[in-house]
């Protein structure tokens, strides 16, 4: 009887082996979500529609329920049929980063809309955010010159800060973006293009951004038409990236237009996994990740590394109490109202000081800056809101001696708010020119000795 031989394992005994392949099926789709069957992914992981088209439609994984898998794509999903097979790829999304990425346009997931070629430069990244310690930040101690003399002078913003220009629509925001975007000392500009007309991107960029300041702006664009996810990706991708950026100790201004148009992508996202509607339909989650996002935006370790933050808040119907208008300025270090009132008056930038506040103002000025900018605001006020009353002629000269002075100097106080959009006024030209209002100290004796 012969001995039963050990079993040789060869070396290439598994070259022709098939890798383990993960398949699933189509089973509803309503509008750009996708609900499949048999499939095993991970959230955020990448699954690909085999025999729908000559192109690759890639879906992500947003989340699941049982045995039902929830995926999106930012694609044209023409041609998907019931029963569709659906391949498991289990890797996750990637975008480029480097400096490659300076002075182009691209969208959400990293692919170059500006024709002008591929990317060069730069490397594929995994778009994860770790947690900031909050004790890891540098203190916003430093002003932020934005070269528009009603925010350099009346609500000086700090490099770091994040701050938020609520307006309805029509009043002057992309204007007022644009001139932020020329003007502003930064080393890189990130901005953000959420759920605009495709007509205004291109707009934004040629006229509002200029040839000069695209050398060193990243530009994330994500249209109307862009399915929510990509919404939400161009909003994720554009922080990400200014977070690269300053983690190589870059002073970075992230511009985002706009946070409601991220939120509106959240809600329907959110509704189409079954979460509850809450105040205007928005479900729960959109009030935990707005503030997640803009979190991520603020100073470095170092006084060199930070993000400064603008983000445009559209206040439809020019409602300030809309919850996401709300939520954003609970979590914001300011915010900045455009009035349509004044905007209707031709006054721009329409900026409503009485309703506009930097909360680190006094932090990243000093004294006398201080004092000026309080002497001025309080007499502009006290005019704007008297203004009915003088209009119809029931004030009398020599009634009071401070209102006398306002109406000499309204003329005054009117052209310093205001600034053509050509024309930059840096920071300290705005305090120079903020001297010209001491006057208002002699009617003011409680303002000028600290008010």
């Not at 509008?31 to 890639?58: D, H, P, R, W, Y």
């Not at 980063?97 to 170059?112: S, T």
């Not at 993000?307 to 919850?323: C, F, H, K, M, S």
């Amino acid at each position: 009887m012969n001995e039963q031989q050990p079993f040789e394992l060869k070396s290439n005994a598994f070259d022709d082996w098939q890798p383990f392949v993960v398949c699933g099926k189509v089973h509803k789709i309503s509008g750009f979500m996708i609900e499949a069957t048999g499939l095993k992914a991970k959230i955020g992981s990448l699954c690909q529609l085999l025999g729908v088209s000559e192109n690759k439609i890639i879906a992500e994984v947003i989340g699941f329920r049982a045995d039902i898998t929830y995926l999106m794509t930012s694609e044209d999903i023409q041609g998907v049929h019931p029963g569709c097979s659906i391949l498991q790829l289990d890797i996750f999304p990637t975008i480029p980063l480097g400096n490659g990425l300076l002075g182009r346009v691209i969208d959400a997931e990293g692919v170059p809309l500006d024709g002008l070629g591929n990317l060069t430069d730069v490397e594929p990244t995994h778009l994860r955010f770790d947690p900031i310690n909050p004790l890891d930040r540098a203190l916003i101690n430093t002003p932020l010159d934005v070269g528009i003399k009603a925010i350099n002078s009346m609500l000086t913003l700090g490099r770091g800060q994040r701050v938020g220009l609520f307006a309805g629509t029509g009043v002057g925001k992309s204007i007022l973006l644009g001139m932020i975007t020329k003007y502003s000392e930064a080393d890189v500009i990130v901005i953000s293009l959420v759920g605009e007309r495709g007509r205004e991107v291109k707009e934004f960029i040629e006229e509002s951004v200029g040839p000069s300041a695209i050398k060193k702006a990243v530009i994330i664009a994500a249209p109307a038409d862009s399915s929510p996810l990509a919404r939400i990706k161009a909003a994720e991708t554009a922080t990400f990236i200014a977070e690269h950026f300053k983690n190589k100790n870059k002073r970075v201004l992230l511009l985002m237009d706009s946070i409601t148009r991220y939120a509106h992508a959240l809600r329907e996202l959110g509704l189409a996994l079954g979460e509850p509607p809450t105040a205007k339909g928005y479900p729960p989650s959109v009030f935990s990740k707005i503030p997640k996002l803009i979190e991520r935006a603020g100073n470095g370790n170092t006084q060199n590394s930070s993000i400064t933050g603008i983000y445009t808040v559209l206040a439809e119907g020019d409602d300030i109490q809309d919850p996401v208008v709300d939520c954003a300025r609970g979590i914001l270090d300011g915010h900045i109202v455009l009035s349509r009132h004044l905007a209707e008056e031709g006054h721009y930038p329409a900026i409503d000081l009485e309703q506009s506040i930097s909360r680190v103002m006094d932090r990243v000025i000093d004294a006398e800056h201080k004092r000026l900018a309080k002497l001025f605001k309080r007499s502009f006020i006290k005019y704007r809101h008297n203004i009915d009353y003088i209009t119809l002629g029931a004030y009398q000269k020599g009634s009071d001696p401070e209102m006398d002075l306002i109406l000499e100097k309204k003329n005054s106080m009117y052209a310093f708010l205001q600034q053509d959009a050509n024309t930059k006024v840096d920071f300290e030209a705005c305090k120079k020119l903020l001297k010209e209002f001491d006057c208002f100290s002699h009617t003011l004796p409680q303002v000028k000795n600290g008010g």
